[in-house]
């Protein structure tokens, strides 16, 4: 089985062809693009400007990921896409692309949720068995799933305003620290005293797995607000961003610590996907929470917890393995849950 | 020549199949949204009735703008993955240039296209009796498109004409035409050189995008 995936949800254009055979499964190839430039100076992704670099770049970058496995279009058994959620202007560049792709061929259409393809990714690397505990931590997503099979989550917990990276990517544009934010947080916590600034821990002691990170980011606006006035000093920058992170880090243990007590099923491992799971602190905390569960703590490599079509293809042939297929009139959904009971 | 065109730019779903100037099946429906659902199997209908596979065409034309940006976006991420899916040609054509062709069939007088842009504009662009732009498509109020246009005998076309109508002189008369129909794309485009880059969108209105003072920071 053989199939062809599409991101476009947000502001990485990327195509990935992946396989799975008797002996094993693997990526054929892998063209992505990143818009980084394109929004820096914005400091955020601006939906516009991702949906015409998405138009500009994906049918190049098919071409690429078709030369660089270096099959033909008819030896692919589906064509796969992000259809949502997410900036619903480049899921449509994606969605269109892949139609058309799925036309011509006469392949079957998947469309594939973004949160299902970060969900899954874990069994692409890690064989990992259902049911398990993800951790879904990304700029735009920051929720806690039980995975107990391809279309089957239930969602335990889920932030109640800001996404994790978000909330380091805003902290970082008020320190100055740039963007993407959550790289240049971790950077700057390394020389950072993370016990100079007492940030709140968010919904501490509270029952269930919610998040919430709007707090911190307050927290760190009125922190340096407190200062002495003047230029913000580079000593003060990085320790709050140290103490910044390691509230976020002990928030999110404490919700997860919850979220273990929450399951239907035992679950077989703990995962963490999600561009955030490449902060080296989070995931040395997320070890030790899945230690103390008893369960092995499993961690995709950082290019495949950030946006990728790697995850997109994979999620794509699991649900053709299952026949789950898609119409060519289906429509890009900006918002999709992944559990059903909030669809 | 067989051609396959089809428009999603403005307020339709417009799809072709045409051979050698005969239009062998077309698919036209007026729609405000859904193209992104309704074009593939459009196109997947209009070629069963033409008798056509995505093999035997000669080329694909499709309309790049300007229009809704999303609208833009269907058609020629469609366009150019049957580009990219079958190898054949993709050939893109102005809205406007479509829309003033098939109101000169019919009149060959000068011609103005006015297209809805939203947030109370329109895109216009005007064709003398060649069909021969005068200048490139611009975002404008209807007032100041209505200035442009002067005293000059114009046909006003286009799902924006009714915008800048009342606002225009009395030499300035109001045509039928108000959305691109593809049988017209696909003939223009069966003449037309076969380009080296795949076709990019005409928007003409930048992104929206402000970047934040100080980059966001709160001190310097
Ligand atoms: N080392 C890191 N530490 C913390 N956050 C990070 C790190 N690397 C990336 N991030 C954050 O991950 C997010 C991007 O991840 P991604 O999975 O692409 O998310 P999305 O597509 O939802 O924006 C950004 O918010 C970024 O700041
Ligand atoms: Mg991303």
Known sequence: MRVLGIETSCDETAVAIVEERQGGRRCLAHALSSQIEEHRPFGGVVPEIAARTHLDRLDQLVERAMSDAGIEYDSLDGIAATAGPGLIGGVIVGVMTAKALSSVHRKPFIAVNHLEGHALTARFTDDVAYPYLLLLVSGGHCQLLEVKGVGHYQRLGTTLDDAAGECFDKAAKMLGLGFPGGPAVEQAAQSGQADRFDLPRPLKG??????????????????????????????????????????????????????????????????????????????????QVAEDHGVPFVVPPVELCTDNAVMIAWAGLERLTLGLTDPLDFKPKPRWPLDAANA | ????????????????????????????????????????????????????????????????????????????????????????????????????????????LPTAVAIDARRAEVYLQCFDVNGIATAAPACLLPEAAA??????????????????????????????????????????????????????????????????????RLRP
């Open chain 1, 206 to 287: 509270r029952d269930g797995c919610d998040f919430s990170f709007s707090g911190l980011k307050t927290a760190v606006r009125h922190t340096v607000e407190a200062l002495p006035a003047g230029s913000l000093q580079k000593q003060d920058a990085v320790d709050l961003a140290a103490s910044l992170q390691a509230a976020v880090v002990a928030h999110i243990v404490d919700r997860c610590s919850n979220g273990f007590e929450m399951v239907e099923n035992t679950p077989t491992a703990f995962v963490a996907a999600g561009g955030v799971a490449a902060n080296i602190a989070l995931r040395t905390a997320m070890d």
């Open chain 2, 1 to 108: 020549m067989r051609v396959l065109a089809f428009d999603t730019t403005t307020s339709a779903c417009s799809v072709a199949v045409c051979e050698d100037g005969e239009t062998k099946a077309l698919f036209h429906d007026l729609m405000v949204h859904g193209q992104a659902e309704a074009l593939i199997p459009a196109i997947e209908k209009t070629m069963n009735e033409a008798g056509v596979t995505y093999g035997e065409l000669d080329r694909i034309a499709v309309a790049v703008g300007p229009g809704s940006f999303t609208g833009v976006r269907v058609g020629l991420a469609a366009g150019r993955g049957i580009g990219i899916a079958t190898g054949h040609p993709v050939i893109g054509l102005l809205t406007t240039e479509v829309i003033a062709a098939e109101s000169q069939i019919a009149t060959s």
């Open chain 2, 147 to 216: 200035d442009v246009l002067g005293n000059h005998p114009w046909v006003l076309v286009g799902d924006g004409a009714v915008r800048v109508q009342p606002h225009v002189d009395s030499a300035v008369v109001p045509g039928e035409i108000t959305v691109a129909n593809a049988s017209v794309l696909a003939n223009l485009a069966a003449t037309r050189p076969i380009p080296q880059t795949p076709p990019s969108p005409i928007y003409v209105r930048p992104p929206d995008a402000t970047a934040p003072k100080d980059g966001g």
